[in-house]
T-cell receptor, first 110, second 114 residues
Framework: RKEVEQDPGPFNVPEGATVAFNCTYSNSASQSFFWYRQDCRKEPKLLMS???SGNEDGRFTAQLNRASQYISLLIRDSKLSDSATYLC???????????FGPGTSLSVIP | DGGITQSPKYLFRKEGQNVTLSCEQNLNHDAMYWYRQDPGQGLRLIYY???????QKGDIAEGYSVSREKKESFPLTVTSAQKNPTAFYLC?????????????FGPGTRLTVL
């Protein structure tokens, strides 16, 4: 089993739609969780960190379920500019390597 | 402006040649990382370094080598032993020791081995 798995996608949604991505991780000792965004042929950039209490940043909401070892990202009112690949990232400790999931591709259609 | 630079953006080499990819950061970060990304794939960790003069192998270190003689620099050498070197190579850095530490990425180098 891979250490971090994501919905395979691609997701093709109309503008204004709500879309949710799921991510599971295998190591229960993992402590830190993130969502990164990667545009086509560009470097990844941090979208948001995922805290135990869940967190929201504008149209984006991230949730963490430690019991199920599951992370989610919800995007409301999708914009064309949201089209990208979304990477789930997990880290066991601050001195450990960072593990990236394979990514889920999103295309927002006019 | 603080950030990470990688050079060159595109690199072409003949099979059997070693090639060194540059990565420099002026963010005063202790930790630096090298990743490889193949088309339609996620990032795979090649090597990482938490401190100067120390580095650890990642998941796919075979055929690669690194050095960390300076805090700002973490060059990656792709040797002729790497079977399929054509890929997108990304360098990143972060503050070491924080539970939530953002990784900052350079723009990447696209290596093509002919």
């Amino acid at each position: 089993r891979k250490e971090v798995e994501q919905d395979p996608g691609p997701f093709n949604v109309p503008e204004g739609a709500t879309v949710a991505f799921n991510c599971t991780y295998s190591n229960s000792a993992s402590q830190s969780f993130f969502w990164y965004r990667q545009d086509c042929r560009k470097e990844p950039k941090l979208l948001m960190s995922v805290y135990s209490s869940g967190n929201e940043d504008g149209r984006f909401t991230a949730q963490l379920n430690r019991a199920s070892q599951y992370i989610s990202l919800l995007i409301r009112d999708s914009k064309l500019s949201d089209s990208a690949t979304y990477l789930c990232v997990v880290m066991k400790t601050s001195y450990d390597k960072v593990i990236f999931g394979p990514g889920t591709s999103l295309s927002v259609i006019p | 402006d603080g950030g990470i630079t990688q050079s060159p953006k595109y690199l072409f080499r003949k099979e059997g040649q070693n090639v060194t990819l540059s990565c420099e950061q002026n963010l005063n970060h202790d930790a630096m990382y090298w990743y490889r990304q193949d088309p339609g794939q996620g990032l795979r960790l090649i090597y990482y370094s938490q401190i100067v003069n120390d580095f650890q192998k990642g998941d796919i270190a075979e055929g690669y080598s690194v050095s960390r003689e300076k805090k700002e620099s973490f060059p990656l050498t792709v040797t002729s032993a790497q079977k399929n070197p054509t890929a997108f190579y990304l360098c990143a850095s972060s503050i070491a020791g924080l539970t939530y530490n953002e990784q900052f990425f350079g723009p990447g180098t696209r290596l093509t081995v002919l």
